[in-house]
């Protein structure tokens, strides 16, 4: 049986919780992480996601076996970590020092970590996400990034299927204007060798 199949792994974690939970952690640890990362920054977003499966494990220690099952395990772990992302910014308004996405993240990464390109490119792509308004940056993340599909959006950001959808659609479109914009200034201005290039955005037709 392969457990990582959303069916067997439900079905599984239904039976066991404790066997079942490694499979989820496999199945699900690196879309999570990317997702918590993406609205936040490398090193928060590590924080983020062992948070979020030390939720899920206590949430699903105290479900029964029929509501196990009856579990979207996806949009349902990428829930909690929006809802975590959310508030650790609640948390940082209330306390005043360095943005969130300036304050740890990948400038506390170094080569001997990752490789320079790398974090210039994930730097850069946090970079173009952080212009965004709330909701498009966490639409735009799930489907584009985390991958999810559009039911799934909005399922996680608990709003109609158009709502998402007009989130995603709204946020690409401030990106490319962006990306435009700074591609215009990149050819009237001298950039540095090691200036990382800008990522490519979806077309319209991609946000479906």
Not at 170 to 177: A, F, N, P, T, V
């Amino acid at each position: 049986m392969d457990v990582t199949d959303h069916d067997h792994l439900a079905e599984h974690l239904s039976n066991d919780v404790d066997q079942g939970f490694a499979a989820l952690l496999d199945a699900h640890g690196a879309m999570v992480l990317t997702l918590a990362t993406r609205l936040t920054d490398a090193t928060t977003g590590q924080d983020i996601t062992q948070d979020v499966f030390l939720r899920a494990y206590r949430a699903l220690s105290g479900y029964s076996p029929a509501r196990i099952r009856g579990l979207n395990l996806r949009p349902w772990l990428a829930t909690i970590t929006r809802n975590l992302v959310r508030n650790e910014y609640r948390r940082r308004s209330r306390k005043p020092t360095v943005p969130l996405n300036e304050e740890s993240g990948a400038h506390t990464m170094t080569e001997d970590d990752r490789p320079v390109e790398l974090v210039d490119a994930q730097s850069s792509v946090n970079a173009l996400l952080s212009t965004l308004s709330e909701s498009q940056r966490e639409a735009v993340v799930l489907r584009h990034i985390v991958g999810l599909p559009l039911h799934q959006v909005a399922l996680t950001m608990a709003c109609p299927i158009g709502t998402a959808k007009s989130h995603v659609s709204r946020g690409l479109s401030h990106l490319r204007d962006v990306v435009t914009t700074a591609a215009s200034t990149a050819a009237t201005t001298t950039i540095p060798s090691t200036m990382p290039t800008m990522p490519t955005i979806p077309t319209e037709g991609e946000s479906r």
